[in-house]
């Protein structure tokens, strides 16, 4: 048994945080040295699963525009 992911015992670059996405921002890590493309995150999560509410302000403002 090893501590090492699958990603790190063979060498592929992946990052072990969640890539967050928002309605109206660019995604970002909970990893703040994360330099890897989105496609190599593992955990992907909305943006309202950790309390951020831009989906609501998108929500509100296109119903302004509306």
């Known amino acids: 048994m ?3 992911c699958r990603a790190c015992r063979t ?3 992946h990052c072990h945080g969640a890539l967050i996405h928002h309605t109206v921002r660019r995604p ?3 990893e703040d040295d994360c ?3 989105a496609s190599d995150h593992d955990m992907h999560l909305d943006c309202s699963a950790v309390g951020c509410l831009c989906d609501e302000f998108a929500a509100e403002s296109a119903h302004r525009v509306g």
């Open 11 to 13: 060498g592929l670059e």
């Open 28 to 30: 970002e890590c909970t």
């Open 2 to 4: 090893t501590e090492q």
């Open 35 to 37: 330099f890897v493309a």
